[in-house]
């Protein structure tokens, strides 16, 4: 007698332990403002948009990724040399190969929800629609610090701590930077192109990480008032009229695709010797969570007597080893900081 009601007593307290569904789930907000169910504690999961690596291996979580959206920065195999064993996707979700992974929670961009939508995985949006315009440096600043936070709350536990400790970097960062050049009146900034690539009048819009980062850093970006959303051409009559002071190249492109061009020899920035090549981390500086390292380099660049005691070489040590437990040697470093790939070259995106 003895026995049976200690076993019922067993099977009951396992009863009493065993979640609800409604507790096995939660809920959050996506960036795209859509409340979602997604599960408790997500094991298995689909990184459709490129940004979701880098944040992941922030908050260390790529532990629970099955796959990953393809990407090919050259530093990324170096400073984080899992992503070589990933399953990298591209497209377009497939419903047959979620199912088939056991997919339990997908991460996108908006424009892939129908693709999801009867799927039955919970899909979570983790960038903001393209068409999402900033009003202010403030706005985006706000932003970006809310796909961070999204992770980590996705993540949960220990990654809900080091999301906050990166916002609080973050906040303290540029707003260190942004109040060095707070003074300078606009028509004394210096005038900024960005080149994307892979043609030289690629560049990225006035919606763009590049636009604030700059803005926020004390450039006139030249694209300011174009109607451009994400990255596409300018046309070039339009950079020559605007006349940079500086050009930046981005995406591990070569300066040579302006010096090489005698169309832009008359430019400012290639008559005082100003196209400079940019470095690129993780994920390129064009966009994601290195872009405070972008705001950095161009300050220190436009304004070497207000950010005298900037070191751009520790400031990038600060940052990897902070947040991704990683170091450059010397020689990386160099080369990191003069916009080469691990092997001493440049190449495209």
């Known amino acids: ?76 195999p170096v400073i984080a040399p899992s992503f070589a064993g990933m399953q990298q996707v591209e497209g377009t979700p497939n419903r047959e190969e979620l199912l088939a992974q056991n997919i339990d929670l997908i991460l996108l961009r908006s424009a892939h929800l129908s693709a999801v939508g009867k799927i039955g995985v919970p899909a979570v949006v983790t960038q903001p629609p393209l068409e999402l315009q900033y009003p202010d440096a403030a706005a985006f600043i706000e932003t970006q610090k809310k796909m961070v936070r999204l992770m980590g709350e996705i993540i949960g536990g220990d990654g809900d701590r080091r999301a906050g400790d990166w916002c609080a970097y973050y906040d303290a960062h540029i707003a260190a930077i942004a109040d060095r050049v ?40 030249i694209v300011d008032g174009l109607k451009l959303n994400g990255q596409g051409p300018m046309s070039l009559e339009e950079i020559l009229r605007l006349d940079p002071d500086y050009v930046f190249v981005g995406r591990q492109y070569s300066p040579d695709l302006i010096l090489n061009d ?22 390129y500086w064009d966009g994601g969570i290195e872009g405070v390292l972008l705001a950095d380099f161009i300050a220190k660049t436009l304004y070497l007597d207000r950010f005298a005691d900037l070191d751009l070489g520790q400031a990038v040590q600060d940052f990897y080893g902070r947040f991704y437990g990683f170091a450059f040697t010397p020689d990386q470093l160099a080369k990191f900081l003069a916009g080469l790939t691990p092997d001493g070259v440049r190449r495209g995106y």
């Open 262 to 283: 005698p169309a832009w020899r008359n430019v400012s920035a290639v008559r005082n010797h100003r196209v400079i090549a940019l470095p690129s981390g993780l994920f």
């Open 182 to 221: 707070r003074d300078v009146p606009p028509e004394r900034r210096p005038r900024v192109y960005y080149v994307r690539g892979p043609a030289a009048v690629n560049t990225q819009g006035p919606n763009s990480d590049t636009y604030w980062y700059g803005t926020i850093a004390g450039a006139r970006m």
């Open 1 to 76: 007698m003895t026995m049976r009601i200690l076993a019922a007593i067993t099977v009951l307290a396992g009863l009493a332990a065993a979640p609800t569904q409604a507790e096995a789930n939660r809920t959050v907000i996506d960036m795209a403002g859509r409340t979602v169910t997604i599960p408790a504690n997500p094991q298995r999961i689909s990184c459709f948009e490129v940004l979701c690596y880098e944040k992941f291996f922030l908050l260390r979580g790529t532990d629970r990724l099955v796959e990953a959206m393809r990407t090919d920065p050259p530093w990324l």
